[in-house]
């Protein structure tokens, strides 16, 4: 008989089958990783901002995070506000909105972010889209007066278009420069003008293993390529890739929005497969969509095929025979 002291409960025997795998991550570590990788692109948005920015941001971390435990005390669940999702849920949304939004608005878009997308479907796990992307698009068809049309300029109290608006056409304005569009001096919403900043936080997550790469190389890849191929107004094969890499959301998007473990594939050709979805429908609302932006659709409805991505690219159970019809 094994000796108790190496038993999990003083004698309690637990028997599993093998292999017997150990993981160090948790919940809580991989949110406050990516909460951690977040903060290059906090420091830039105060930066060029203001504190306006940083009252957002708390703003919508605070809602959310309210709204979690408000919604699993009166579900009689355990409350699970440390683990760190409902932060990056509400650090997301606020992300997802420019400095010039009003409070209220970003308090409506954490809560619909928790409550319904998230708590509605049984919490962290269950939710079958992303909370925060899912509260954009609710904001963006209720208010579109807040997150559409021109965004507060960095360093001044004007407004102006996107670069991505005016690289399509639809407003008028000079187009910013490659570099300012890395540092992310444009203007925009909150999370998606600092290329540099977001990049920072994209390759530590991948440095430690938090996210895979598959899935933003893909996503970012395949835009680069289409843009490259049919972004240009001379004909084919006369775009500008790099602009539209470097411009909007792409990057917000790509690291930490379609890489969310819960709404995202588990295979590693799955998740190549997401990311070319994603790249795709980004750059079909970019040319030819209504809207100057697609990453947030993009990821949405690509959420949607992830249940069949995973079927598709389910790896084969060794010593199970395919029984074909």
């Not at 909150?190 to 430690?208: D, F, K, M, N, R």
């Amino acid at each position: 008989m094994a000796d108790k002291n190496f038993l999990p409960n003083q004698g309690e025997l637990l028997v599993s089958s093998s292999p017997h795998i150990r993981a160090k991550e948790t919940v809580d570590w991989l949110m406050w990783q990516v909460v951690i990788a977040l903060l290059p692109a906090v420091v830039i948005s105060v930066y060029f901002f203001g504190f306006r920015s940083l009252f957002i941001m708390m703003v919508g971390v605070a809602s959310a995070v309210i709204t979690e435990a408000i919604v699993q005390k009166a579900l009689g669940k355990a409350i699970t506000i440390s683990d760190g999702s409902a932060v990056v849920t509400g650090l997301l949304l606020a992300f997802n909105v420019p400095a010039t939004a009003p409070w209220w608005l970003v308090v409506i878009g954490s809560v619909f972010a928790i409550a319904v997308v998230k708590q509605t479907f049984g919490g962290l796990g269950y939710n079958f889209i992303n909370p925060a992307l899912t509260a954009r698009a609710f904001l963006l068809a209720a208010w579109p007066q807040y997150l559409a049309g021109n965004f507060p300029l960095p360093l001044d109290s004007i407004t102006g278009a996107t670069p991505l608006a005016i690289l399509k056409g639809t407003a008028a304005g000079t187009l910013p420069s490659y570099m300012d569009l890395f540092l992310g001096n444009v203007g925009g919403v909150l999370g998606e003008t600092s290329a540099l900043a977001l990049l920072v936080g994209g390759l530590y997550l991948i440095w430690q293993k938090v996210i895979d790469w598959r899935t933003p190389a893909a996503f970012i890849g395949t835009v680069a390529v289409l843009t490259w191929v049919f972004g240009g107004r001379g004909g084919l094969f006369t775009g500008d890739p790099l602009y539209h890499i470097l411009a909007g959301g792409l990057m917000l998007g790509a690291f930490f929005m379609a890489t969310d473990y819960v709404t995202s594939p588990v295979t590693p050709k799955g998740r190549l497969i997401f990311g070319v979805g994603c790249g795709v429908i980004t750059v079909l609302i970019r040319l030819w969509g209504g809207y100057p932006e697609g990453v947030s659709y993009s990821i949405l409805l690509m959420n949607l095929l992830v249940p069949f991505i995973e079927r598709w690219t389910a790896p084969r159970v060794y010593g199970v025979q395919t029984v074909r019809a």
